[in-house]
């Protein structure tokens, strides 16, 4: 059942980029809109079963599981924000993969908290750091716009760093149904006031673009994202985030069939770069300490 989990959350994640690139290239709907409605339907669909089942599970919420779901809620929205945007501004293999750099930063955060690693983990951020220089290197030269796009992507990664910490922080108590709905409520609302400041629209879309809104909303967020929820309750944020590294080539797939995109073949070797290196920083996680010590220094302390 957890590999079969594990491989719906893979599916879902990898069509995220190229289902909103389609959707933004090809209808009116804007960044914020696709992360307000995925975030707000996928709230809604969630936070049913559970009022259903357990009414009384939202008053039962502790104040440390509401702190980390908040946490969790921010960084989710701001990931959004910046990784929708980066979509509108290079290629969707880059952004991806630039954005699944969430391992490497669970592991630089970990630095900050004192956390001394293996060689083989250094190895690995140098590998994966040398994979970014490669793909902005080569979007340096093609346009200020691309490169504008992989910082953000780089940005959205961090943020997806913190968001699976959190997340893992606050699964440890709760529910799944109760813990994304909170989570992905909260970050609807945040992007729903960015909207408004930043003049963006929330609805007055065509057709078309609901359909694409719906789509994302399934594969993605309901499938895609909540299936990984699902699995930190058992595995820890940085076993997660490697079974996510295999949404860089089942992204980049996906664009070159259905968004016909093609890139420099220095890109698609620092795409490489990028994944080998994410897998030795985890690989090496994994074999540093005993499974007790891995999970609380991946997790942090209360």
């Known amino acids: 059942m957890t590999l079969l989990i594990a491989a719906l959350g893979v599916l879902g994640v990898a069509s995220s980029g190229p289902l909103m690139a389609g959707t933004l290239g090809a209808t009116s709907v804007t960044a914020l809109a696709i992360a307000f409605w995925r975030n707000a339907i996928g709230a809604l669909v969630m936070a049913t079963p559970v009022v259903v089942r357990e009414p009384k599970a939202f008053g039962k919420i502790t104040r440390r599981e509401l702190g980390w779901s908040v946490t969790a809620a ?7 924000a910046c990784f929708i945007t980066a979509l509108q501004l290079t290629s969707v293999a880059a952004a991806t993969a630039l954005v699944c750099l969430q391992s490497a930063w ?18 690995g951020l140098g590998i994966a750091f040398g994979g970014v220089v490669a793909i902005t290197g080569f979007d340096m030269g093609s346009s200020p716009e691309a490169l504008l796009g992989d910082l953000l992507a780089l940005a959205g990664g961090a943020l997806a760093g913190l968001y699976t910490l959190a997340g893992g922080k606050a699964r440890q108590s709760m529910g799944i149904g109760t813990y994304t709905t909170l989570c992905y409520g909260i970050c609807a609302a945040i992007v729903a006031v960015l909207a408004a400041v930043s003049g963006q629209p929330l609805v007055g879309f065509d ?6 809104i719906i789509a994302i909303t399934v594969c993605a967020q309901l499938v895609g994202h909540t299936a990984f929820n699902h699995l930190l309750a058992t595995m820890s944020p940085l076993l997660v985030s490697m079974i996510i590294l295999l949404e860089i080539p089942g992204a980049a797939i996906l664009a070159a069939v259905f968004l016909n995109e ?19 920083v985890v690989a090496g996680q994994r074999r540093g300490r005993p499974e007790a010590d891995r999970r609380e220094a991946e997790l942090g302390t209360d």
């Open 74 to 80: 921010v960084a989710l929205a701001f990931h959004f």
């Open 106 to 123: 669970i592991a630089v955060f970990q630095l900050f908290r004192g956390t001394r690693h293996r060689w083989p983990v250094l190895l």
């Open 207 to 212: 057709a078309g673009g609901w359909l694409g």
């Open 262 to 280: 093609t890139l420099p073949a220095g890109t698609y070797a620092g795409l490489a770069l990028i994944l080998v290196g994410l897998a030795v």
